[in-house]
């Protein structure tokens, strides 16, 4: 079973629904069956590498939300994530533009160094104090620590084509299954699920989905010669 999360670096409820999901796919009997496949989504993809402000500014301004509201929000969040087991710094946090974020992602997906690079970065920008926004020797530190080469790294950073195409294209499929904010999960291409749901709905879904795929139909054909961990059938001997 295959199952997609579409998210993005700068939602704190991604960092959190990454944490709950893991929760109960952890207790999922069929866990070592199923393949999590990580996809780009950028809440804010019109913001330039440059635009950097304080996260508590942002929100009073992208949202209406008075300062007193925006700090509330944030330790809530920090509580929420406490509960989880992570760490969050609910003040002093910068937002900014994932781009570059992403397409430093898809280059560790190319070397099945995504889930690391992901959880470092998570981790880079909600609980440690300085900031992943428009700071490429910060993402290049995060990228060789997750294991991949340093030279690679840069010349990512270096050329705004490089995997453009991949993080634009997942969007454009989050887009085509209905997501419209994140952390979005399919399963299977048949179930979806949306935000950071307590571990026991992320359980549930696991199952159902699981108990719901389709059995192997045989088609009509002949008896073949094929191997069994019985042994090989041999075919007698001609003449």
């Not at 997906?109 to 959880?119: A, V």
Request: a negative charge; charged letters at 30%; glycine letters at 6%.
């Amino acid at each position: 079973m295959r199952v997609e999360i579409w998210s993005d670096i700068a939602c704190p409820w991604c960092y959190v629904g990454k944490a709950r999901f893991e929760k109960a796919l952890a207790t999922f009997p069929h866990r070592d069956q199923v393949e999590v496949v990580h996809r780009s989504f950028e809440l804010d993809p019109g913001r330039a590498k440059d635009d950097v402000q304080p996260v508590l500014a942002m929100l009073t301004k992208k949202y209406g939300m008075s300062e007193d509201q925006a700090r509330a929000g944030e330790d809530n969040l920090g509580a929420q994530a406490a509960a989880e087991g992570l760490d969050y710094r609910t003040r002093d946090r910068d937002h900014g533009s994932t781009f570059d974020l992403h397409r430093l992602l898809h280059l560790a997906k190319e070397h099945g160094r995504h889930d690391e690079l992901l959880q470092l970065m998570y981790r880079a920008n909600f609980a440690e104090e300085r900031s992943v926004y428009n700071d490429d020797e910060r993402l290049v530190e995060l990228a060789v620590a997750a294991g991949l080469d340093e030279e690679r790294a840069r010349a990512v950073l270096a050329d705004p084509a490089a995997y453009a195409d991949a993080v634009r294209e997942d969007e454009r499929e989050a887009a085509q299954l209905g997501a419209n904010g994140v952390p979005f999960f399919v399963l299977d291409r048949t179930y979806g699920v949306s935000g950071a749901q307590p571990a026991e709905v992320f359980a549930q879904a696991l199952t159902q989905a699981w108990g719901e795929r389709p059995a192997l139909k045989l088609l009509d054909q002949e008896d073949a010669e094929a191997c069994s961990p019985d042994g090989c059938a041999v075919p007698p001997r001609q003449g």
